[in-house]
């Protein structure tokens, strides 16, 4: 994906390096505007069913639970395109939450945005089936004092660190905490390193969809593809 993003250049073997992992980045290096329109399309097995045109649910909201939290580190980090800065992130935490079902329906209009603490969640998956999105917070070590929440409906990619604040702001003038130290100490597994994107999502984000929305198992299998490589001359 990231030579799609990018554009082509170099040597072809330069192109098909910059080709790989392709499909297993597929649905997270797009944009939010694209993301968000799968969103709002049927999925397999849904071609009878048709996305909620109303309004989306009142927010804020909090998210119902944390179910898991995975600090990681990559050695090559990727670009953060659920904002408007779109920051370089080499760390963040991995999380996996419980949610109403309601603020991720695949719906032809904006969705609410997902918040953690001071940045949109870098959503992975869908949810609306499983009530659980699996995503990541970039650009922390920990989540001790950030409230995770449903904020006004938009697009994460025009979210400026000034909206983040003004959301995160209304969230807690509205009640929403940060979840306790001792709740999170317990869903916190140990920290992560690996090479990059492509690994953190072969070696951590496909067996989470596995296991918390089994429902989407195709997206998994897709990240779990083997990665391209140069043909040997």
């Not at 649910?57 to 639970?65: I, L």
């Not at 800065?85 to 329906?105: K, Y």
């Not at 945005?113 to 949810?127: F, K």
């Amino acid at each position: 994906m990231k030579g799609l993003l990018e554009g082509r250049a170099g040597s072809d073997r330069g192109a098909s390096e910059d080709g790989r992992g392709i499909m297993k980045t597929l649905m997270l290096l797009v944009t939010p505007l694209l993301v968000f329109s799968a969103l709002g399309a049927a999925g397999p097995g849904d071609s009878n069913k048709t996305a909620p045109t109303g309004d989306a649910p009142k927010s804020p909201k909090p998210v119902n639970d944390i179910l898991y939290a995975r600090p990681f580190t990559l050695a090559k980090g990727y670009r953060n395109t659920w904002s408007q800065e779109r920051a370089l992130v080499s760390t963040g935490v991995l999380v996996v939450l419980q949610v109403d079902r309601a603020f991720v329906a695949r719906r032809d209009a904006a969705v609410p945005i997902l918040y953690a603490g001071d940045t949109p969640v870098h959503r992975l998956n869908h949810g609306d089936q499983s009530g659980r999105v699996i995503g990541i917070v970039p650009g922390v070590a920990d989540l001790a004092g950030a409230p995770i929440w449903f904020g006004a409906p938009g697009l994460p990619e025009r979210v400026t660190a000034e909206m983040a604040r003004d959301e995160r702001a209304r969230a807690e003038k509205s009640g929403i905490r940060p979840f306790k130290e001792e709740k999170l100490r317990i869903v916190t597994r140990p920290p992560a390193t690996v090479a990059d994107l492509d690994a953190l999502l072969r070696e951590h984000v496909a067996p989470l969809v596995l296991e918390y929305s089994p429902q989407e198992k195709e997206l998994a299998e897709t990240w779990q593809l083997p990665a391209a490589k140069a043909p040997e001359k």
